[in-house]
């Protein structure tokens, strides 16, 4: 007979152990099933040199306070140093690597298909996050530019770019980071849909999270929601992007008109040859695997409530972002919507 899990975890990130936390409490039969070699999922695949925008102690997962560190602000290896050793310290069931191919629902079964074998289970969370579906939007002419394009996804660091001219496109965090330390080596332009906000320099990550938190709690008690103060895309002045404000180098320009072969062409005719583009414009959600089940929308994503499919019984989506919870696409946000999505689950299996 084959086994039957409660609960099938795809995925292997923050938002999957931060499930595994409470599936574990609550002692149900699971397994997680991440595509990786090695824990640390998309922080792996971050540029070199990328820090939290928020203390270690705000960028912890239920359970265990991520360790101090000597930086402001932890790096990227602290990151996937504090996963792995989250997961031995709970020990959670993960098999590596295994990639989920498809979830689809049979007879009251979820059936997990991977190339090697079918897993079956009562419950599935989707936990795959949106690294895997970079965003890149259309520019007329693309296709014809010869130069090199790269996604924030695949950028590593400033070496490949010495010395040529470089078109920064996005407006984000990634824009800002990326643009700060690639303008040490290239001649750079920062391109934005419009102008960028830049936080107070004392406003991080925390402030931040605090900020939204408040208005989270003021709209589940019905009292009134005061104006943002600071919003989360708004730029974090880490320390590299301040130092690129003290270089002169922090500025935008709006959008080029279309790409030609050796360059782009402005809004107002003008053209201009350069060697590259880098793209931080962002991601989609990595539901490819879902497919089976017809749940996704135009945009990509799976109508929920809460972190629960609301056309599929036994399936929840975490960490995706604030449609899935709020805040649950940061370390600190994701352990609200795990430990609700696991009280649903227990309540779930209690009527099947
Ligand atoms: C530039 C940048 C800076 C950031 N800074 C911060 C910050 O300062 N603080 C903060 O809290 N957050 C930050 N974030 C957000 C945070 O990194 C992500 O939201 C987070 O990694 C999402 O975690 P996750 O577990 O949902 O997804 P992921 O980390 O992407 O993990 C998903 C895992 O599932 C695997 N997977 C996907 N599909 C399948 C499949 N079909 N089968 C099996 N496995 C699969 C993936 O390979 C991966 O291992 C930042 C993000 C970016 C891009």
Redesign the pocket.
């Known amino acids: 007979m084959q086994e039957i899990y409660e609960t099938v975890v ?8 931060a499930c595994g936390y409470y599936l574990r409490r609550a002692k149900l039969n699971y397994v997680m ?4 070699p090695a824990p ?5 695949k ?2 070199d040199s ?5 203390p270690a102690a705000f ?1 912890s997962l239920p359970g265990w306070l991520m360790p101090e560190s000597k930086a402001p ?1 932890p790096s990227r290896e602290e ?1 996937i140093d504090y996963l792995t050793k989250y997961e031995q310290r709970y020990e959670f069931p993960i098999e590596r ?5 498809e979830v689809c629902f049979r007879d009251g079964l979820f059936e997990v298909r ?1 190339a090697h074998k079918t897993y079956l289970a009562r419950t599935v969370i989707s ?6 579906k970079p965003f890149i939007p259309n520019y007329q002419g693309a296709e014809t530019f010869r130069k090199l394009q790269l996604h ?2 695949d950028y590593k660091n400033p070496e490949p770019f010495k010395d040529k001219r470089v078109l920064i496109v996005g407006g984000g ?2 824009g800002a ?1 990326i643009l700060a330390e690639v303008s040490k080596v290239a001649n750079t332009t920062w391109v934005t849909l419009d102008e960028v906000t830049f936080l107070p320099d004392d406003v991080d ?1 925390r402030v931040l999270f605090d900020q939204a938190s408040a208005r989270y709690y003021a709209m589940q008690h019905g009292k009134e929601v005061n104006p943002s103060q600071f919003h989360v895309g708004n730029i974090v002045m880490v320390p590299a992007v301040k130092d690129a404000r003290s270089r002169g180098v922090l500025h935008t320009v709006r959008p080029f008109h279309r790409f030609y072969e050796d360059g782009v062409i402005w809004s107002d005719g003008q053209q201009e040859k350069v060697d590259a583009v880098i793209w931080c414009t962002g ?1 989609g959600y ?1 539901l ?2 879902l497919d089976c089940m017809n749940l996704k929308d135009q945009k990509g994503k799976v109508e929920v409530e809460g972190t629960k499919a609301k056309h599929q019984a036994g399936l929840w989506l ?4 604030n449609w899935t919870g709020f805040a ?7 352990g609200r919507s795990a430990r609700q999505t696991v009280a649903e689950i227990q309540d779930f299996l209690k009527q099947v």
């Open positions: 795809v995925g292997g990130g923050q938002s999957a152990l099933l991440d595509d990786q640390g999922a998309s922080w792996r971050y540029w990328l820090t939290l925008f928020s960028s602000f990151v690597p295994v990639q989920v191919q991977s936990a795959t996050g949106t690294f895997r924030s996804s965090n990634s980071q990550g991601f990595a490819d695997h975490v960490g995706y972002g649950s696409a940061t370390l600190i946000g994701v």
